[in-house]
């Protein structure tokens, strides 16, 4: 089966106060046209139309039939790519200290378990 061709439109770059998140509103907008045509197409329709009175299985089977067929990326120009790398760098690099600051706690925390295992 050939690949989704990839949607394109912009992909928006924001910062939580764990995470960088991205907002692929496009793909989703693309995808729920792909889904809605792909439901009543002759493929799919009975299907769609089986589930309630079908097992999981045949739940799962029109999931990843449906998934194979929608897409999964998002297409930038250049430019575009660039503006998110760079967004993407500038939201990550605080989140990076953050990780590096909990990941030497675990250290920590690990090493002083050791000691305590060795002195009882």
Known sequence: MPDPRPVRGPLYVEAT??????DASPLV??????????LR???FVDAFM???TADGLA??????ALVDRLATRVALTGKQ??????RMAALAAPLV???AQREDAVQALKELA???RRAS
């Open 41 to 43: 197409s002759d493929e």
């Open 114 to 116: 050791q000691r305590d």
């Open 59 to 64: 739940f799962e089977e029109l999931h990843a």
């Open 17 to 22: 106060p764990l995470m960088v998140t991205l």
């Open 50 to 52: 089986e589930l309630d």
């Open 97 to 99: 200290a953050v990780e």
């Open 81 to 86: 790519a660039v503006r998110v790398a760079n």
């Open 29 to 38: 907008s693309n995808n729920v046209h792909d889904l809605l045509t792909l």
